[in-house]
Each structure stands twice: as structure tokens, then as C-alpha cells.
């Protein structure tokens, strides 16, 4: 290498390696904050430290609970929540570990708030407690904030927050929010969006769970793009909406173009449309099961008249309000229940009133050996079982089973393994209740 090139080379090396910084956090108490010391620093002046220095730094934590106290409400990370102004990653300082490490508000104001241009990720995190329900003027977004910014979210969790209007869970607003192996539960808005909000933002959820989130509208996920686009923002796999509950839309309200595959609805309520509620924008859901959900009003999927979109491989197994005019239909392999609601029928392959019991779905939510709760097939005498149509790049179910040549409807694929009990007979069964 020439000498003039390998100096330039050199310092275009120390430039990248000498900008980002790694800040372990030594212990979990909250002090006014000061300089992030080797051996003193809370998270908080990790926070600030990572802030004033350029470059995706990352903070390490460990295994422990690290609990927000200092009140009053600023944009600096000085009190309340903890303000991101520059790219970060925070993770466990084992990063192998299958552990979580907690950041928990316990004042009144949320946990984090991702400022604009930011990218945040977080790996086996837990973020909880945030609580804006005094607040008047910032009242979205009550574990986390993220405006024009963007927050990927792996193995983590956004637990028990609360946003006086919405997205009890997360907020987000012109944003890229991506889920993996997440779980948003038992967050709370008053408003919009119990467990995520997403304002003209895009969402990548994958093995991710939105479970007991309570709104008004949209109890586990409420997404809004007001402008028309052409792209499918809102993109769910493999992926679980289970008792959230809401007045209108329990698990999903929507306006703006969303995809659901491999997917389960089971357990959510709300006084109308128990599971998903489209009321603008295009929809559309491949093997994907509803079920066991509850409306007042005794629907489970509400399809507007100026929603396009379709339907396919999946299982209702309830009611909808399929509003003709919008051009969302079936595009076969789908199963529906009595009463035939959500006009399936034309297509190849769709299976019309059938009684629920005849799927032999486990009335008991489980994992089954895959990372989101879902229902499995009991019996090989499913109608479920080889009813859905090939859809060649989607090879797998929702437990990232594989899909064989003649895919069974709804989120998951039958095993044989997962037959074991049906082939008991009563006298066994009766055996093992003794025997408890
Ligand atoms: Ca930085
Ligand atoms: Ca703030
Ligand atoms: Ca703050
Ligand atoms: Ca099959």
C-alpha cells in the first residue's frame, strides 16, 4: 500500500473506532447526574454521555432493575425520562444471556423518548412503569416515545405503561418501529393504541406478542397513516393479539395498509369488532386464525367499504362485517364459521359453516414449541388440515414450522406430535386425572 494511502486509511480507521463508545453502568440508583465515571455511572449519565458523544455508543447493563427517580420533565435525560438525542444500543453486558434487564419510571413521565434522527435498539430489555397519566402536554407514548426516529426492539419487553392519550405501550410518529421476539402487554391509553400507536409509521413485527393492552380504539395495535401511500406499512409475522380490549377494534384498528401472516386473534374483547377493525386503507391476512375473541356487538373482523385487500388461508372462526364496495375479498383457502359473515364461499378452497369444533384447535393457548402463544390442531380430522391453498414463499407456520405441500388453514401447520392427546382414549384420560 502506498505510505500517503495507508495514512488516510489509518486515520478513516481511528475516526469510526474512536467515535462510538461502549458505557457500562456500574450500579442502578438514579443521582442528579454527573460525569459517566469507569467506576460510577448510572444509567442516566451513561445516557447523557452517549448523547454528547457522536456515534452509535452502547450501553451495558446488567441483570437488574434500574428504576428512574428523578422528577420534572425535560428533553435533556437530566430528570424523568431518559431522552436518546443520539443513535444507541443498549443491551446486557452478557450479551448471550436469555435475560432481561429493566428500566422502570417511577415518576411521572414516560421511560424513554427517542428524539428525531434517532436510531435506538435495545436486546433483552424490559421497559415499564411509564406513567403520563398527570401529564398535559406530551401525553403519548407512555413506555416510549419515538418521533421521526427509529426503535428496533429484540427480546424485549414494553410492560405495564400508561399514555393519558395514545400509546400506552409506544408511541410512534413518522417512525421505523421493528419487533423481534417482543411482547407489549398490560399497557393502557385512554385514548388510541393500548399497546403501540404508529402515526405515518411503519411497523416489522416478527414472533412478537401484544397481549391484555386496554384503549379506546385499537386495544393492541391502532395504526393511522392519514396520507395515502401505495406500501404496505405495517407488516405482522408470526405474531399473537391476545386479550386486548378495547371499545372499538380489541386487537387491531387500522387506517393504513397492513399485512398479517401467520398470525393469531384469540381472546380479545371490545363493544365492537372484537379482533380487527379496518377502517381505512388495505388489508390483507394470510394463515392467520381468529378465534375465541368477544364483541358486544358480536363482530370479530370489521372490513370497511373503502378497504381493499384480501384474505386467504385463514380461519374466522366468528363473525364479520365484510362492507361490500371496497373490493377486499377472499382469495380461498379461508374457513369461516355458521352464518357465513365474511362472505367467503366463491373462492377455491373456502369452507363455509363449519362448526368451530370440527377445527379441533386447542382451546388453550401454548407456544408449541414456537415463540408466540397460538392454538394447535388436535386431530387429524381438522377441516383446517390441508384446506389452505400453496403460497410458495411462505414456507412456514406460525411456530416456524414447516409448511408441507398441502398447508393446513389458519396460523398453524398440523404436526403429528401435536395429535398425542386426541389419540388418547377415555379410560386413559381417566387414568391420568386419577392419578393427579
Ligand atoms: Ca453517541
Ligand atoms: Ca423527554
Ligand atoms: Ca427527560
Ligand atoms: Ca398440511
Known amino acids: 500500500m502506498n505510505k500517503l494511502y495507508s495514512v488516510i486509511f489509518m486515520s478513516v480507521l481511528l475516526n469510526e473506532t474512536t467515535f462510538a463508545d461502549t458505557f457500562i453502568v456500574t450500579h442502578t440508583s438514579d443521582p442528579p447526574p454527573q460525569v ?36 420534572g420533565l425535560d428533553d435533556a435525560a437530566n430528570v424523568g425520562d ?59 407514548g407512555g413506555g416510549i416515545r419515538v418521533m421521526n426516529a427509529s426503535l428496533f426492539l429484540n427480546n424485549s419487553q414494553i410492560v405495564s405503561n400508561l399514555a393519558k392519550d395514545d400509546g400506552g405501550g409506544i408511541y410512534a410518529f413518522q417512525s421505523i418501529i421493528q419487533l423481534e ?60 393479539f391476545v386479550t386486548n380490549d378495547a371499545d372499538f377494534g380489541g386487537g387491531l384498528f387500522g387506517i393504513d395498509n397492513v399485512e398479517v401472516v401467520n398470525s393469531t386473534f384469540s381472546g380479545n374483547l371490545a363493544v365492537a369488532d372484537a379482533a380487527v377493525k379496518m377502517n ?90 414456537g415463540l408466540t402463544l397460538n392454538h394447535a390442531i388436535r386431530s387429524p380430522f381438522s377441516q383446517a388440515i390441508g384446506n389452505a391453498i400453496v403460497i410458495n414463499e411462505i414456507t412456514t407456520d406460525q411456530r416456524s414450522k414447516p409448511r408441507d405441500s398441502m398447508p393446513d388453514s389458519g396460523a398453524i401447520e398440523a404436526l403429528e406430535t401435536d395429535f398425542t392427546l386426541i389419540f388418547k382414549n377415555d379410560f386413559e384420560l381417566l387414568e391420568e386425572l386419577s392419578e393427579e
Request: glycine residues 8%.
Open 36 to 71: 459517566c465515571e469507569v467506576d460510577d455511572c448510572s444509567l442516566r449519565e451513561a445516557v447523557k454521555a452517549a448523547n454528547n458523544n457522536s456515534g452509535t455508543d452502547t450501553i451495558l447493563l446488567q441483570n437488574e432493575t434500574y428504576a428512574l427517580i428523578l422528577t
Open 82 to 140: 431518559l431522552d436518546i438525542l443520539d443513535d444507541l444500543i443498549i443491551q446486557l453486558v452478557d450479551a448471550s444471556s436469555t435475560n432481561l434487564f429493566t428500566i422502570e419510571s417511577n415518576v411521572d413521565d414516560r421511560v424513554l423518548d427517542v428524539h428525531p434522527g434517532v436510531d435506538l435498539t435495545i436486546h433483552n430489555g424490559q421497559i415499564k412503569g411509564g406513567d403520563l397519566s398527570i401529564q398535559f402536554l406530551a401525553t403519548n
Open 181 to 240: 421476539n417482543t411482547r407489549i402487554a398490560e399497557n393502557i391509553a385512554a385514548e388510541k393504541g393500548g399497546g403501540l400507536m404508529l402515526v405515518q409509521s411503519q411497523l416489522q413485527a416478527e414472533n412478537s406478542t401484544f397481549e391484555s393492552n386496554e384503549a379506546t380504539s385499537g386495544g393492541g395495535l391502532y395504526t393511522d397513516w392519514l396520507l395515502a401511500n401505495n406500501q404496505t406499512n405495517v407488516r405482522i409475522f408470526d405474531s399473537v
Open 280 to 369: 381505512e386503507g388495505s388489508l390483507t391476512m394470510k394463515y392467520v386464525t381468529v378465534i375465541f375473541n368477544d364483541a358486544v356487538d358480536g363482530v370479530d373482523v370489521t372490513v370497511s367499504d373503502v378497504v381493499t385487500g384480501s384474505i386467504q388461508n385463514s380461519i374466522i372462526s366468528g363473525s364479520c362485517k365484510i362492507l361490500s364496495g371496497g373490493g377486499f375479498e377472499s382469495n380461498g383457502g379461508n374457513i369461516e364459521s355458521p352464518g357465513d359473515t365474511c362472505e367467503f364461499g366463491a373462492a377455491p378452497q373456502d369452507l363455509i359453516s363449519i362448526n368451530p369444533r370440527e377445527l379441533y384447535l386447542d382451546s388453550n393457548l401454548a407456544k408449541n414449541e
